[in-house]
């Protein structure tokens, strides 16, 4: 059991684990509290600004990087909090590229949230100047773009990349306004270090990386990934009878939501016309479809023909570990030869 | 070997080179002297020397403060004064060797100024000159005075005294508690008591601890800790050593810009000798005690001055500073170990402190702010350069007694004070005392000690727009308000330095400001509005006579201003005509001249040429049209 902490947040008595930020205690209860850099599975940031509270007898603070304490007394809208966060929210819209209903994550947006819960006024907005950024898009990925006109440097791709995938292909790099995140050398993604994962894109609160040609599901349905042994749980997002998106899994211990290049990216062979459904056995030198029992026993009467070193296996990477271990029993025990390799290990 | 042969060797070198026969010549070759073409001064000496078949001993030292001056050498006739010649150049240095040194009469035409025995007629005495009678020289004792590169004339000024003592009998606790006595406050801007910080590195349990010196020194126009690293590196390396002994520090690194490559050349070149003389390295004068240095050159980022950016950069990472709440530096820093930072001036005046004592050291100052404080003067001021005052010693003091006041009788506007996070103080508050509190309270700060001077030609919102500028690109990204804040209160003022300025845009700059300064992570953000808010705060009119009237009252902002020719007063002698780049001049001989308003781009070289007995061409604030000379 994890020790308990009560506190208040604006007068309502909260229940939080010991060790967890105001901000995610606030978040499980369901309060908002305006947020971009944080993000659960990584490390807080406190860049933003925008999670400012003010704790009763210590002043202004942002809230993600202070952990609950019993008996503190939580203020999440007060004059002195909306000077702050207001100003910060309008500087993060005034210089953002903001083209909403062309972008892939709209309605699916931080900063939309931000905004509309700060509730921005134009009249207040105008007086701003209008910084926008002209960065070329970087599409060199073929999974995902980047388009940092958009970014507005959370850091959550940098933290991302480096905290769970510990690959660093990314980092900040110039200062003031020219902060951008960048590769080495500032090298498209393709040409850096970036195992395409895909982690980032979908960690990113705004549409600075999205997938490319991405579709909104409809619906989604939750599975297995079929491309290697780990079997990381998958959702896949269907739109009519099409994946248009995979997201992992967050319940599933094997994978706990994250996902490689392939499982994320890889889904497009489902819906390809090539693809095939059902096997295909040779008929008078001509493939014909059949049906897994038909091909099944085709192969099975064909196993007694073929005795020890006549015989070899080929196992694949996609079935399990435990599969594996019995096709090379199978190979070893019954059909009696050491011919057998793993496409795995080419 | 023990001190007592090292401190008797020093001596015995420095004794022999003031008792020696042989003339002797003493450059100035910190950066600003080099900049001013002392290296070329000194071969040009060394050459007339040669020529003449004499031998002197020719010596580099670091700034001795007198930026005006440089270069800057020091003259020395066996038995004579020594003169200090200001402004030399290769080409005097025949003249100087010849007369000087050949016929033993001094060149009273350059001279600055006389120390020692037999004074010259016509020479002042170096300790009268203005700039330097009213200072305290402390942490800039031996700058200008001592070979920087021999470690043998710090210790024979008195140098290692304190390392000796502490080695050899005072516990840790006990040091804490005379530098805490002392009441120094750190000397890098914030003025954090030292002792306080010592006291809290030392106490927190860890096998392993650094000292670390803070010589990033990034504001615009701030050179002390430079000159101080340039002029006595052995001060910082036996004040850090100290440190390391007090809090139980093995190791040290000093965190200095790459730019000041001098300075690292001297800092390596300290430490190596000072390893040699068993004064650092493995048990040191035989006490046991370890401790050694490194130089971690940085890349020259105004952030990385910042304490936990700077830890960072050190171990090889962005240098983006740490939100709040996290612990303190003293308690992880470094590589996650207990970390002391402190400012070069802190850590130089340590041994000072050690050898005099803190009540010797608590005697001058102000009732919380001990000690002497170092500025750099600049801007307009009769007298610019280093010096180094007791703290509480007041604007006024600074400015006119020692700064010599504002030439060609031009009145006083602001006074700038801690670079680009500090802020103008107008001359209502030139009677404020320079000290932590004091200049906090006025709206400015002490910061590093940038101090600019301002004349009535200055335009305030053009300054604050120019530290504005600063910063914003400074700003490490971080933090939302500061990055992109910054930049929003940036534009505004160009707006408005360009007549674009909206009547909105002054409460727009304060509500900016404050939010920035309350919201963002650390004292970049949290102060960069600063020269924006005390320049409205003390001359909001100028900001609404640019807005409103459109008008630069300082004249400077060119598009604000206009350049009018006076019909009485101008002899129609085609000067200007001829020489406005773009013809923006009519008239002809005996016809009175006209600026074309529209034309005029307002370069001003018309005024800079009408002859000064006509004095016919002025520079007006407010844009004037040409329907205005309708
Ligand atoms: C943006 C920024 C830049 C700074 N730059 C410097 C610097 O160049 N040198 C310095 O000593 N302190 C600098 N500081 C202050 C340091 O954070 C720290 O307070 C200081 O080094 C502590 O030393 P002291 O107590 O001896 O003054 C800077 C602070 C900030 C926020
Ligand atoms: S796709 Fe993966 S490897 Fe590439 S930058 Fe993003 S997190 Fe890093
Ligand atoms: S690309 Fe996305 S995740 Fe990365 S810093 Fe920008 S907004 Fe944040
Ligand atoms: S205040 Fe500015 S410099 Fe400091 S952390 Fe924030 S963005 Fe970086």
């Not at chain 1, 001509?286 to 005795?307: C, G, H, Q, R, W």
């Amino acid at each position: 059991m994890l020790d308990e902490i009560k506190f208040a947040i604006d007068g309502t008595q909260i229940k939080a684990n010991k060790g967890d930020t105001i901000l995610k205690a606030a978040l499980k209860h369901g309060i908002y509290i305006p947020h971009l850099c944080d993000h659960p599975d990584l490390e807080p940031f406190g860049g933003c600004r925008l999670c400012m509270v003010e704790i009763k007898g210590k002043g202004l603070s942002i809230s993600c990087k202070v952990p609950v304490e019993e008996g503190l007394e939580i203020i999440t809208e007060s004059p002195e909090v909306n000077k702050v966060r207001r100003i910060a929210a309008e500087l993060l819209i005034a210089s953002h590229h903001v083209d909403c209903l062309e972008c892939a994550r709209n309605t699916d947006c931080k900063l939309q949230d931000v905004a509309s819960y700060i509730g921005i006024e134009e009249g207040r907005l105008k007086r701003l100047k209008r910084v926008i950024k002209d960065l070329p898009i970087d599409d060199s990925n073929p999974f995902f773009i980047r388009d940092l006109n958009k970014c507005v440097l959370c850091g959550i791709c940098i933290r991302t990349c480096g905290e769970i995938l510990n690959v660093g292909a990314i980092d900040f790099a110039f200062r003031g306004t020219g902060t951008l995140v960048a590769t080495v050398g500032g090298k498209p993604i393709l040409q850096s270090r970036c195992v395409s994962c895909g982690e980032c894109v979908a960690r990113c609160p705004v549409g600075a990386l999205v997938p490319k040609n991405a579709e909104r599901p409809t619906r989604e349905v939750s599975t297995v990934c079929t491309y290697c042994g780990v079997g990381c749980g998958i959702k896949l997002g269907v739109r009519g009878g099409r994946i248009v998106r995979v997201r992992g899994d967050v319940n599933s211990p094997a994978n706990r939501g994250n996902l490689c290049v392939k499982g994320r990216f890889g889904y497009d062979f489902v819906n390809h016309p090539d693809r095939l459904t059902s096997p295909l056995i040779k008929r008078n030198g001509a493939f014909v479809e059949a049906t897994f029992e038909e091909a099944l026993d085709l192969v099975a009467s064909k196993l007694t023909d073929y005795k020890g070193d006549q015989f070899a296996t080929f196992a694949s990477a996609r079935i399990t570990t435990e599969d594996n271990y019995v096709v090379q029993k199978f190979t070893r025990a019954v059909m009696g030869t050491n011919n057998l390799d793993h496409c795995a290990r080419l | 070997m023990k001190f007592e042969e090292i401190a008797q060797t020093a001596k015995e070198e420095w004794d022999a080179l003031q008792a020696s026969a042989k003339p002797s010549i003493v450059v100035g070759t910190a950066t600003c002297g080099r900049a001013a073409g002392a290296m070329e001064v000194m071969e040009a000496l060394r050459n007339e020397l040669k020529e003449r078949e004499i031998e002197a001993n020719i010596m580099e030292t670091g700034c001795f403060g007198l930026c005006d001056a440089e270069p800057l050498i020091t003259i020395k006739g066996p038995g004579g004064p020594s003169v200090w010649y200001r402004n030399v150049t290769p080409e005097m240095a025949g003249k100087l060797v010849e007369e000087h040194i050949v016929k033993g009469s001094p060149v009273a035409e350059h001279a600055l100024g006389a120390a020692g025995d037999g004074q010259v007629d016509g020479l002042t005495a170096m300790s009268d000159l203005p700039m330097l009678k009213f200072q305290v020289r402390r942490i800039l004792f031996n700058c200008g005075v001592v070979d920087p590169s021999n470690i043998n004339h710090y210790i024979a000024t008195g140098g290692y005294q304190a390392l000796n003592k502490v080695v050899s009998g005072m516990s840790p606790e006990d040091i804490i508690d005379e530098i805490t006595r002392s009441g120094l406050r750190g000397l890098g801007g914030a003025g954090f008591p030292v002792g306080r910080k010592w006291d809290s590195c030392r106490r927190v349990p860890s096998d392993v601890r650094y000292v670390v010196c803070n010589a990033d020194e990034g504001d615009p126009g701030a050179f002390q800790d430079r000159s101080v690293l340039e002029g006595d590196p052995y001060s910082v390396v036996e004040g850090m050593t100290i440190a390391g002994y007090a809090i139980g520090a093995q190791k040290g690194y000093i965190y200095v810009r790459a730019e000041y490559p001098l300075a690292v050349e001297r800092l390596e070149n300290a430490t190596a000798q000072a390893k040699e003389k068993g004064l650092m390295g493995k048990n040191i004068l035989g006490s046991g005690f370890d401790f050694d240095l490194e130089i971690f050159q940085g890349a020259g980022a105004f952030v990385c001055g910042e304490s936990t950016a700077l830890v960072l950069s050190i171990e090889g990472k962005r240098g983006m500073p740490k939100p709040l709440p996290r612990p303190r530096t003293t308690e992880v820093g470094l590589w996650d170990m207990p970390t002391l930072l402190n400012n070069v001036k802190s850590y130089s005046i340590v041994p000072w402190i050690l050898t005099k004592g803190a009540d010797q050291f608590a005697s001058l100052g102000t009732e919380r702010c001990k000690g002497t404080a170092v500025f750099s003067l600049t801007g307009k001021m009769a007298n610019c350069g280093l010096i180094e005052v007791p703290m509480g010693t007041t604007l006024r003091q600074i400015i006119y007694d020692i700064g010599g006041g504002i030439p060609k009788g031009k009145a006083f506007k602001a006074v700038q004070t801690g670079g680009p996070s500090g802020g103008c103080l107008p001359a209502e508050l030139l009677d404020t005392q320079v000290d932590f509190d004091k200049l906090t309270a006025a709206g400015a700060i002490m910061g590093s000690g940038g101090m600019v001077v301002m004349d009535e030609d200055t335009c305030m919102v053009d300054v604050a727009r120019y530290f504005l500028d600063f910063t914003q690109k400074e700003s490490c990204g971080e933090c939302s308000l500061c990055r992109l804040g910054t930049l929003q209160m940036l534009q505004t003022l160009e707006a408005i330095v360009a007549g674009e300025g909206d009547p909105d845009d002054i409460d727009m700059l304060l509500e900016l400001g404050e939010a920035i300064k309350t919201g963002s992570i650390c004292g970049l953000g949290q102060s960069a509005p600063n020269p924006a808010l005390t320049t409205i705060r003390y001359f909001r009119h100028e900001y609404e006579a640019h807005i409103h009237e459109k008008k630069c009252p300082a004249r400077v902002c060119k598009d604000l201003i206009s350049y009018v020719i006076s019909a009485d007063k101008c002899k129609a002698c085609m000067i200007c005509l001829r020489e406005c780049p773009v013809d923006a001049i009519r008239g002809a001989k005996k016809e009175v001249h006209v600026i074309d308003q529209d034309k005029c781009i307002r370069c001003g070289v018309c005024m800079s040429v009408c002859p000064e007995r006509f004095g016919a061409v002025e520079c007006i604030p407010g844009r004037l049209t040409e329907a205005d000379n309708a």
